[in-house]
């Protein structure tokens, strides 16, 4: 946990933010049955932002970006995904999907196919990408994360490492505009949690608009624009990281931050 | 320096095991003689498998293969060895192994059923060795179900097409609804039309044609069907229609809709909780009383039902085992990526539950297939009805072993055959290191 060193220089000339609206959230709640799970949020994502979402085990951070790709319904407020609002319409949520990219703790890989099935499966059943395209385009993002030798292999034949790989790849080939990322690192060894990194500053560095919830402390320093922190299903503070990790406003944060640095 | 220091200078090299842990006697020691009770249990074994084969070897191989009836056979053993007593008489089995395999179908037909079987193995190949045979021949394996019951039932060829053209025009229905009202509403109207064409239209539509153009083969009645071929008749409907009848069951089990998942509940726990012997009974008497009378409903199509019906509702929970078993990561990977609920089913959720669930769908399998035995209880001559009707017969009265013998073969063979089947499926699906 905590803060592993990034040894590269960061390419900021393609991070940038632009004035369009990617996703917006107003006045949004959520319960779990009579359990409040998201309590109020507001928030607006640019194209081209980076943002970690921190906070304590249980303070909805999973819930709330899991809402913006509808895998949980919202019960109350609004979402807007790249102009479209998240509603019950199977159409708009299916249009959502294709869009926003996910990636989990667990990878969530198939593991019946091959990661070059895994990479093609979506593309060609979704979008109806002729096969020989999306094998192209598979192999094209497979090399981008750096395993096309193991494009024949099962998930299953993979280290941790190389499996969250494919699954940055396999959402990647859906084209989305938005990447969201699910604690990504938190299953893995250290020695792997570095390559996954790479990769998704990688993303960072070609201008993606991405939402990370993350303990990476490093990560979030050195590629974030800005930091949310959640604490009991509630935007407790949020700011530019300098400014959040050096300064942190609220007491809650000053305590959890204290507790992942281990200051 | 302090005493814990140690530093390796020198690696060291790979050495052979010692010779007491490898070749034959290695295997003995480990695998027999590993400690004093592993070495009384393995003499035990070896002394119980000595006592039963030498009591069946002889049976077996000092049998009498040549004779007209059970008196003769004695007649033969006591000539040759002097006692009626350990041999078996083949000669039963040499004198009506027709009947057994065909029952009373007419045998100047019995090409027939030997085609129907021979093209069953081509229709198979495809679906049980999709890597090694091409994939078009799966047409030939979804024209199969209407030729076989032609090559059966023989009649015109009308009735198979006209079956044909039900799901014809439940496709096209399907195809023409999905696309402009949505995918369920599509589907409820393909079946709508499927059933609307078979129970009201396809009969004017076969005495039409067959007035206008009588191709067909001679007919051939359910009665003279019989013997394991009708076992295998009965097994391979109830085995390839349920297996699809069972996932749809799983699924609306599953589902959200409540009116559709207490129906699909509500069936599998009836039919689990009756005997297939009563169902059989409902089949064989009391559908006669509910169906307008005249009404001719063949009575192993009614048996089919009922069987497949059986083997569903068991093949329905088998397979949900499986669902329960997959991770729910599995649906929100396939949720993400815009899958739609029947593409995340069919590409992503079934292939695994499937593979999850083989050894339990293939023990359903086994055991409907020998349940197809008990048909002869409501008079269908099946193996077990045909070996009662020989020993009826004065030759023969009092033979049994050599009959049941004779009927365990064949059954074994087959279930056998589908057990190691079921083992290279699973070998073969094995996609992660173990
Ligand atoms: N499916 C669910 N049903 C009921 N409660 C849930 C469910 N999923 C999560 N929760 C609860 O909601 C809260 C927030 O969960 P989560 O968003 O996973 O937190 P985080 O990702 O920040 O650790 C937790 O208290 C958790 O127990
Ligand atoms: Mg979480």
Redesign the interface.
């Known amino acids: 946990m905590s803060e592993l060193a990034i040894d590269r220089e960061i390419d900021r000339s393609k991070m940038q933010v632009s004035d369009e609206v990617a996703i917006e959230i107003t006045n949004m709640n959520k319960w779990y049955g009579s359990f409040h799970v998201l309590r109020d949020i507001n928030l607006t994502v640019n194209q081209g932002e980076r943002i970690v979402i921190a906070g304590p085990s249980g303070s909805g951070k999973s819930t709330l970006i899991r809402c913006l ?1 509808a ?1 949980e319904e919202h019960q109350q407020g609004t979402i807007i995904v790249d102009g479209t609002e998240l509603s019950n319409d ?1 159409k708009n949520i ?1 249009k959502i ?2 869009e ?3 990636v ?1 703790q ?7 196919l091959t990661i070059l099935e895994n990479c093609t ?2 593309p060609i ?2 979008r109806k990408t002729p096969k020989k395209e999306a094998e192209e385009r598979a192999m094209h993002f497979l090399e981008k994360v750096k395993i096309p030798d193991q494009a024949l292999k ?4 993979l280290s941790g490492g190389q499996q969250q790989r494919v699954a940055i790849a ?2 990647l080939c ?1 084209m989305p505009r938005i990447m969201l990322f699910d604690e990504p690192t938190s299953a893995l060894d250290p020695e792997m949690i570095k390559e996954v990194l790479d990769t998704m500053i990688e993303l960072a560095e070609e201008g993606m608009t991405m939402l990370c919830v993350t303990h990476e402390m490093g990560f979030a320093r050195q590629v974030a624009n800005r930091v949310i922190f959640m604490d009991a299903g509630q935007i407790v503070e949020q700011n530019e990281p300098e400014e959040f990790f050096n300064n942190p406003k609220s007491e809650r944060t000053k305590l959890f931050l204290s507790q992942i640095l281990g200051h | 320096m302090s005493d814990v220091s140690f530093v390796r200078t020198e690696m060291l090299p790979e050495q052979a095991p010692p010779a007491s842990e490898v070749g034959a006697l290695g295997w003995v020691k480990h695998n027999l003689f590993s400690s004093w009770f592993n070495t009384i249990l393995t003499v035990v074994s070896l002394y119980a498998i000595y006592y039963v084969l030498s009591g069946v070897l002889p049976w077996i191989f000092q049998s009498v293969w040549n004779a007209d009836s059970l008196n003769e056979c004695r007649e033969i053993m006591m000539a040759t060895w002097g006692s009626t007593h350990g041999h078996a008489c083949w000669a039963v089995i040499n004198d009506r192994w027709l009947q057994l395999l065909f029952g009373f179908y007419p045998s100047h037909l019995y090409w027939r059923p030997i085609l129907a079987l021979v093209l069953l193995l081509v229709a198979l190949a495809p679906v049980l060795y999709s890597d090694r045979v091409p994939t078009k021949m799966l047409i030939f394996s979804a024209i199969y179900p209407f030729l076989m019951p032609f090559l059966m039932w023989g009649g015109t060829i009308w009735g198979p097409i006209s079956a044909a053209l039900g799901f014809v025009a439940g496709w096209f229905v399907y195809s023409v609804l999905s696309k402009q009202v949505s995918e369920l509403v599509g589907m409820i109207g393909a079946v709508v039309a499927a059933v609307i064409w078979w129970l009201v239209l396809s009969s004017y539509f076969t005495g039409a044609m067959s007035s206008v153009l009588p191709i067909g083969i001679e007919a051939v009645e359910s009665r003279q069907f019989g013997g394991f071929m009708l076992a295998i008749l009965l097994g391979v409907v109830a085995i390839g229609v349920s297996l699809p009848i069972g996932i749809v069951l799983a699924l609306g089990r599953q589902s959200d809709l409540l009116i559709v998942k207490y129906l699909c509940v509500g069936f599998i726990e009836f039919i689990r909780g009756v005997p297939l012997i009563t169902l059989l009974f409902v089949a064989s008497l009391l559908l006669n009383l509910f169906l307008p009378p005249g009404t001719n409903f063949d009575i192993i199509l009614r048996v089919m039902i009922m069987m497949t019906l059986f083997s569903a509702a068991y093949m329905a929970e088998v397979i949900r085992g499986g669902l329960a078993a997959l ?1 729910r ?2 649906y ?9 609920y029947w ?1 995340a089913q069919r ?2 959720i079934m ?2 539950a499937l ?1 999850i669930s083989i050894p339990g769908i293939v023990s359903t399998f086994i055991g409907i297939f020998k349940d197809t035995t008990l048909v002869s209880i409501i008079g269908l001559f099946d193996v077990i009805g045909l070996a009662s009707a020989i020993r009826a017969d004065t030759a023969w009265n009092g033979i049994y072993w050599e009959l049941f013998a004779f009927i365990a073969l064949l059954f074994f063979i087959v279930c056998f055959s589908m057990s190691r089947y079921s083992m290279y499926l699973e070998r073969k ?1 094995q ?3 173990r």
Not at chain 1, 106 to 112: D, E, T, W
Not at chain 1, 154 to 157: I, K, S
Not at chain 2, 332 to 340: C, Q, T, V
């Open positions: 790709n895998l199977l299916d999907r294709s926003v990219g996910m989990f667990h990878f969530n890989l198939f593991p019946h499966l979506a059943w979704v099962y998930p299953g034949q396999r959402s859906m | 991770p990561g599995q929100e990977g396939a949720d993400s990526l815009g899958l739609n593409q590409l992503i292939p695994q593979k699906l996609t992660g290191h």
